[in-house]
């Protein structure tokens, strides 16, 4: 069974741009949650989906947006870029939402904002 | 004061050693993960627990609800063991909350 995908896996942006990254989940995984993890900050909860609708969210402000497709696949985007939005973003899917639900990492987007 | 302290922050031992990292939480959760995070960013998820004891080979995870508190021990650890281990608590509020992790050093 193929593992969590993301794309891309590397990205180099400069300030004001906006960014769309991807995440397809392993099959038969209905929910995605995504993370930012910074040198400073550790790691951090963006958002969840599950079946196509956000069912949580962090603390970011909006320019952190994502949706969710019928197939599962998740993609997160970000507006008006700003130098500290540079991390690895991580998504992770599992069977079902929270609780004693096992995640599944994907190996990370790294942004660059310039 | 963090939702999830982990100590120590960075562990350097000698292959073969007995290892133990620590984490404590201050809310109520509904299970607590621990992570492997090796260089270049892949995560792994190595135990979920929500009660009691669980062991993976070389590995084992404890947490005692009633004191907050998870420990994650690798027994003869080796260099490949080396890595960052971070611990993460789902709240009430169904969010993942990870601690800062420990970054581990084994020595041949």
């Known amino acids: 069974k193929a593992g969590v995908t993301q794309t891309p896996r590397y990205l180099i942006k400069t300030r004001g741009q906006q960014v769309t990254l991807s995440c397809s989940p392993i099959?038969?995984?209905?929910?995605v949650s995504w993370y930012q993890q910074t040198p400073g900050q550790g790691l951090q909860f963006l958002f969840e989906y599950f079946s196509e609708t956000q069912r949580n969210k962090g603390n970011f402000p909006g320019r952190f947006s994502g949706r969710q497709f019928s197939n599962s696949r998740s993609e997160m985007n970000v507006s008006t870029l700003e130098l500290g939005d540079s991390a690895l973003y991580l998504c992770?899917?599992?069977?079902?939402?929270?609780?004693?639900?096992?995640?599944?990492f994907g190996p990370g987007t790294r942004l660059t904002v310039l | 004061k963090n939702e999830v302290e982990q100590s120590p922050q960075n562990l350097t031992a000698q292959e073969g050693e007995f290892i133990t990292i620590n984490c404590s939480y201050s809310v109520g959760i509904s299970a607590l993960h621990w992570l492997q995070q090796h260089p270049g960013g892949g995560i792994v998820s190595l135990f979920m627990l929500s009660s009691g004891k669980k062991k993976h080979g070389r590995l084992i995870a404890t947490i005692n609800i009633q004191e907050k508190h998870s420990s994650l021990h690798i027994t003869a650890s080796h260099p490949r063991d080396s890595a960052v281990y971070i611990c993460a608590v789902r709240g009430g509020n169904e969010k993942l909350t990870f601690g800062t992790g420990t970054r581990l050093t084994i020595i041949p």
């Open positions: 099959s038969g995984h209905r929910s």
């Open positions: 992770a899917s599992s069977l079902a939402r929270g609780g004693y639900n096992e995640q599944f």
